[in-house]
């Protein structure tokens, strides 16, 4: 049976801290909905009512061109192994660029990973929390170091270069506001 909190409690905390994975939601006015796996230690709460992750770069950036349009969020984790659990934190999202002057306030909180891109954070209005009876059970084997050595490889003007090509507007032609002054 789903129940609701109005913020984070320390059980949540405890779910979020061994979850290796969660998944992010969001979606357009008009559009394409977005829904995508991250990991990589990228996740952080950052009180009862605030939580976002370090954004690395990828082959799209719909994330932020939906928050910039409309705030809408839906971040999800679940138990693949133990006991079984579904958490959803419900709120409005932002993004925040290196060009932002709240940068250095948030940027702390994350650890050093290569393409970073941006933080996106999260006003939580609501968490919910449900059985998960259906989920897998699965073995967490370790991190793909996939995305770090491409990353590494491209250099920080490789990484320019792809976000204004691949990164600066979404799939549905939204922008994303990331190399905008």
């Known amino acids: ?34 829904l995508s796996p991250k990991g990589m230690d990228s996740f952080r709460v950052l009180d009862e009512k ?5 954004d690395l770069t ?7 061109a939906h928050l910039r349009e409309n705030g809408r969020f839906t971040l999800m984790f679940c138990s693949f192994e133990g006991d079984p659990l579904i958490l959803r934190l419900y709120g409005k999202g ?8 709240d940068w250095s306030k948030w940027r702390p909180a994350f650890p050093d990973l290569p393409g970073e ?12 929390t ?20 491409w990353a590494e490889k491209k250099g920080t003007i490789g990484l ?16 994303t506001g990331l190399l905008e002054d």
């Not at 990828?58 to 932020?64: D, H, P, Q, R, Y």
């Not at 891109?117 to 919910?128: G, H, K, N, T």
Request: net charge neutral; proline share 5%.
């Open 1 to 34: 049976m789903a129940r609701f909190y109005p913020e984070l409690n320390e059980s949540h905390l405890s779910f979020i801290a061994r979850q290796p994975v969660f998944f992010t939601a969001t979606a357009p006015a008009s559009g394409r909905i977005n």
């Open 50 to 54: 605030t939580a976002g992750y370090l």
């Open 58 to 64: 990828g082959s799209g950036n719909e994330t932020a």
């Open 94 to 101: 932002d993004v925040t660029r290196r060009q932002d002057a």
């Open 117 to 128: 891109r941006q933080i996106i954070l999260m006003r939580i209005e609501s968490v919910q």
């Open 130 to 149: 449900s059985c998960g009876y259906a989920v897998p059970l699965m073995d967490y084997r370790g991190e793909r170091d996939t995305l770090a050595r």
């Open 160 to 175: 320019l270069d792809y976000w204004r090509e691949k990164n600066s507007v979404s799939i549905d032609g939204l922008p």
